[in-house]
């Protein structure tokens, strides 16, 4: 005869029932099970901008920014005045971002011609507005015109800026401000309000003048 047991029918069922269910771990060494995973767990660095990026980016909107001239400010247009409506290119010699020099008044002979200038080279707004040729190229192109960007930055600098931006057009340079200041967009000491200009297909004569003008709306 087997033995009675002295414990009560509930605790010999609950004793059943744990005996087939797998052993829970108690509250606190869940605690500390989970306190030690993560102890021993790598700590997770926290994703942040590289400081030398946003530096970078920081200082060529600086430089834009002095570079630029406001929309109402006077300009400089030197002892010639600025080109008006009807007028063509003048006769004057400029680099373009190859080092080779290029008759300006020769650039509207045989096709259209649209001349957008920016402040400085490779900051962020001018290269939303070159982009936005660039992107447009092949259909003002096919209207028989040519696009040239026009800025006071050195054949170097605008070389740099077409390869890392793949621009499908040449970039005049003018660091005297000798064009800039015919088209009626240098303001002293040294700065370009951002602009655009169209020569005509066929008469070369300035048809179209935009003068501080957005970077998104060229």
């Known amino acids: 005869m087997a033995p009675k047991s002295d414990a009560p029918p509930s605790s010999r069922r609950s004793a059943r029932l744990a005996g087939s269910a797998p052993t829970q771990p108690e509250e606190g060494s869940k605690k500390r099970t989970a306190d030690s995973t993560t102890k021993d767990a790598p700590a997770k660095k926290p994703k942040t901008t590289s400081t030398k990026s946003t530096n970078g980016k920081n200082k060529s909107a600086e430089e834009e920014k002095k570079a630029e001239a406001p929309k109402s400010a006077k300009s400089d247009t030197g002892p010639r005045g600025a080109l008006k409506k009807g007028d063509k290119l003048p006769k004057m010699v400029l680099q373009d971002n190859t080092g080779g020099d290029v008759e300006v008044s020769k650039l509207a002979e ?8 920016y402040p400085k080279a490779d900051t962020p707004g001018c290269t939303t507005q070159a982009c936005g040729f660039r992107d447009s190229f092949d259909e003002i192109n096919s209207l028989g015109y040519q696009v040239y960007g026009l800025s006071k930055d050195k054949p170097e600098a605008q070389q740099k800026w077409i390869k890392k931006k793949d621009l499908n057009f040449k970039l005049l340079c003018d660091p005297e401000s000798k064009l800039i200041k015919r088209l009626g967009a240098f303001v ?30 060229e």
């Open 110 to 117: 045989e096709e259209g011609v649209v001349i957008f200038l």
């Open 188 to 217: 002293q000491p040294n700065n370009t309000k951002r602009s655009h200009f169209i020569f005509e297909k066929g008469t070369g004569k300035l048809v179209d003048i935009a003068i501080g003008v957005k970077p998104a709306d």
